[in-house]
């Protein structure tokens, strides 16, 4: 029977992989007749009874184990239902009861309080007594389960470690031989029977052409369909290989599974139908169609892996030839798969020995270990190809993974048949059947993996896109975590053990009183996710229908809207978590606990957050506010209760942290209006009537439209500067945003009208002295200065009182003795 359990997780495997989370959700099979919901505690006595028994002698055969097991666990659910009885009752009692408060210690009590008291504890232990009784029936049904399981894991240990007869034994050969001669006589002799009775033979004889005429065209889609749906794949793939494309070819090639079953159907019908086959040909029949399936599955798998088409995104990176080897192994080794079950079933259905069981299978295990070894090597070269020029590419997460099940199949490959050839052949065969059916499934993986990476281009419309994008992977490990049974059952896990698993998991497990299970997830996570969705609604509604018609400005909705945000996420988690069933009295220590040294490991956080919350309340700025912090000039675009993203005139974002715009200077240009005041300062030539360039400037301020006229713009005499009469232009704007633009267009009008009006704008001037300059070493003839002589080219005499004076118009410093002490001038 563990053979049609892995033949079941295959099929399952191969349609969806969800079908197992299904089935573990669903009771067991043998639990159909399961006892009433009120506990009949002394039918369960009885029960328990005869398992203690069971369990110490460990007499009973496997399936009658199983069998009690699977009673035993209807058992514990029913136990497990009587444990929330009178949940309800219990908690009114219990609140009346703590209503009351504590007995005092010392002195009486009010006789009506304490005769109250009395009658709710009476009351709560009569309530409490189904409960207590469930929970120790419970516990016993529960270790009865687990001493069964540990029995039956122990037997199947001592079946694997058992030494058998050996198949290499000549003795032994003759039992495997008499076993499929007497197998074949009986199937000819079952067809020879009906031509031996003259009745049946005319009648046969009757709808002989129509049984040749089925078995004949059962035969033609057996062999010929499938070179058929081959080249309609082959048409489809040739023109563009877009994702709507492939997943056509992909449903059409579904064909080389249908057609030909269809075809051994057919045959196998006919057959039957024209009274050729008896019982043992039935037999026969009825197990070579699951066998043919898997050899059609397996064929089909190794043509998605080890495509005869080059396209765009293979499942494996190979050469065409280990491609084409791939197929030929993979095919080949689906044959062994469907042989080996075949025998497997036979032999159990028609009582051969274990020696003649031992002789026919061993060929089928040696052929499926070299085949095996062979596909390994082909797996081992899977990768990127290598070029002489290139450097050699990275290699993949999938690549190193397949190398490193090449490598571990190499090994299975070559001690299965040494196992099996030294008599441990129960130990050969839970490693090769497990290792063939566990590559069909990582095969059936690879091509649900391909179909949500096609789906996901289709959807997203990217055609030539990447399928290893986020929701595809994501997608993918899912599927590889619901496949996780399914390895389980294949490699000898029993099926009570998954759901027993799985009835640990939906329970859950408690943690100081804390019960955590995946309802308690599920409500939290839908709880939660509703409150967010009505959240971000209302925050919707606000921004968009219900502040735009308010005086508040586009700062103060934003603040509201984020207040908003923070208060209903905050809120959602509280109903999420209520909802839940969470006792928060439960965690409040360890939240306190935990608070102490998160509050230290994470204060500079917190500091940032409680700042957040700060700034979204008194607005000190807001978003569009022009604002300096830091040194750093630009605009608030969004405040979080984290930091705040500003971004400067050279259009680069700033990150501040709140805390600093709380404890630091923050300068706010745009705080509750627009206006500020610009400053140009301007100089003029000594000498210039001052008055006048007041007047102008004056004008010129005033005749700029974005400068106010109340208070009207001031013109400072500020200061006799170095080398000019210092004046400000002081002018209010209309708004501070455009500073820049009007101390541009003021520089321009000012230039304008001091050309008109002859006014100069004066340029720094130096004096440049060159000490000692008898000792420059003079310039070529008509270049200036000579070697010495004292003059220049214009023969006019140097100033030799110990320095040479030369003006420039732009250029003039004076040359420190000290700082030169070679005298040289330089």
Do not use: C
């Not at 059409?252 to 079953?261: D, K, Q, R, T």
């Not at 996901?456 to 992977?473: C, F, I, Q």
């Not at 207040?563 to 109903?575: H, M, N, P, T």
Request: charged share 20%; glycine share 8%.
């Amino acid at each position: 029977m563990i053979k049609l359990l892995r033949l079941l997780a295959l099929v399952l495997a191969l349609a969806l992989p969800v079908a197992l989370t299904v089935t573990l959700a669903l009771p067991d099979v043998a639990e159909a007749q399961q006892p009433p919901s009120e506990p009949d505690y002394d039918e369960w006595d009885t029960l328990a009874q005869k398992a203690d028994e069971a369990v110490d002698q460990a007499r009973l055969s496997t399936p009658a184990l199983e069998e009690l097991r699977a009673e035993i666990a209807g058992w514990r659910d029913v136990f497990v239902a009587a444990q929330r009885v009178n949940s309800s009752a219990i908690d009114t009692a219990q609140a009346q009861l703590d209503a009351l408060g504590p007995k005092p210690e010392e002195g009486s009590e009010d006789p009506a309080i304490a005769e109250q008291r009395e009658s709710l504890n009476e009351e709560l232990a009569a309530l409490r007594a189904p409960r207590q009784r469930a929970e120790v029936a419970y516990s016993r049904a529960d270790g009865l389960i687990k001493s069964i399981d540990t029995i039956i894991r122990e037997r199947q240990a001592r079946e694997l470690l058992e030494l058998g007869p050996s198949p290499l034994i000549p003795a032994h050969w003759s039992a495997g031989i008499g076993a499929l001669y007497d197998t074949f006589g009986s199937i000819a002799k079952e067809a020879r029977a009906p031509f031996m009775d003259a009745d049946r033979r005319d009648e046969i004889m009757g709808e002989l052409p129509f049984v040749i005429l089925a078995v004949l065209v059962g035969l033609l889609f057996m062999v010929r369909s499938r070179f058929w749906v081959e080249r309609l794949v082959r048409l489809l793939l040739l023109r563009k290989n877009t994702p709507l494309q492939w997943l056509v070819s992909l449903l059409v090639s579904m064909g080389e599974i249908v057609v030909p079953y269809l075809g051994f159907a057919l045959v196998s019908a006919a057959l039957k139908a024209g009274g050729l086959t008896g019982d043992i040909s039935d037999l026969v029949l009825d197990q070579i169609a699951p066998a043919f399936f898997i050899f059609l599955v397996a064929r089909w798998l190794s043509v998605r892996i080890f495509p005869r088409i080059d396209q765009q995104r293979l499942p494996l990176q190979l050469s065409p030839a280990d491609r084409r080897a791939g197929r030929v192994y993979g095919g080949t080794l689906g044959l062994a798969i469907a042989i080996f079950y075949f025998i497997d079933t036979v032999a159990e259905e028609l009582g051969w020995s274990t020696e003649a069981y031992v002789v026919i299978l061993f060929p089928v295990i040696v052929v499926a270990g070299l085949l095996l070894l062979w596909l390994a090597r082909v797996l081992g070269r899977q990768g990127p190809e290598k070029s002489d020029d290139a450097e050699a590419p990275d290699e993949t997460y999938r690549s190193r993974l397949t190398k490193l099940l090449a490598r571990v199949l190499m090994i299975l490959a070559v001690v299965s048949p040494v196992l099996a050839a030294v008599g441990y052949f129960k130990a050969a065969a839970a490693i090769m059947l497990p290792s063939l059916l566990s590559l069909m499934v990582l095969g059936g993986l690879l091509v649900v993996q391909r179909i949500i990476g096609e789906l996901y281009m289709l959807a997203t419309r990217h055609r030539d896109g990447n399928s290893d994008e986020l929701l595809p992977v994501l997608l993918g490990f899912l599927m590889v975590l619901l496949s996780m049974p399914l390895f389980a059952l294949i490699w000898g896990a029993r099926l009570t053990d998954l759901t027993e698993l799985w009835g640990k998991f939906m329970r859950g497990m408690s943690v100081g009183g804390l019960t955590i299970s995946p309802s308690v997830f599920l409500t939290l996570a839908i709880v939660f996710s509703l409150g967010v969705v009505l959240t971000r609604f209302l925050q919707g509604t606000l921004r968009n229908t219900v502040l735009p018609k308010t005086r508040m400005d586009a700062g103060g909705r934003t603040a509201v809207v984020s207040g908003l945000g923070y208060i209903g996420i905050f809120l959602s988690a509280i109903v999420a978590i209520t909802s839940a069933g969470i006792d928060l009295s439960n965690i409040a220590l360890v939240a306190g606990a935990l608070s102490v040294g998160i509050g230290f490991g994470l204060q500079n956080i917190v500091s940032n957050f409680v700042s957040g919350i700060i700034l979204l309340i008194e607005r000190p700025i807001s978003q569009g506010d022009w604002i300096e912090v830091g040194g750093q000039h630009g605009y608030v675009k969004d405040i979080s209760v984290r930091s705040t993203r500003i971004e400067t005139f050279d259009r680069s974002d700033v990150i501040v942290p709140n805390a600093d715009l709380v404890s630091g200077t923050v300068t706010n240009y745009t705080r509750g209006n627009t206006v500020g005041r610009v400053i140009v300062p301007v100089g003029v030539a000594y000498g210039t009537d001052t008055r006048k360039v007041e007047a102008i400037l004056r004008e010129i301020a005033e005749a700029h439209p974005m400068v106010v006229i109340n208070p009207p713009p001031a013109i400072i005499f500020r200061n006799f500067g170095a080398d000019a009469l210092e004046f400000e232009v002081r002018a209010i704007l209309r708004d501070v945003n455009w500073m820049l633009s009007v101390h541009s267009d003021m520089n321009h009008e000012i230039v304008r009208r001091f050309t008109e009006e002859g006014i100069e704008v004066p340029f720094a001037q130096r004096d440049l002295w060159i000490r000692n300059p008898e000792t420059l070493v003079g310039p070529k003839s008509g270049q200036g200065w000579t070697s010495g002589a004292g003059e220049t080219d214009e023969g006019q005499p140097a100033r030799r009182s110990g320095a040479a004076h030369l003006t420039d118009g732009d250029v003039g410093a004076e040359v420190d003795p000290a700082a030169d002490p070679d005298g040289d001038g330089r």
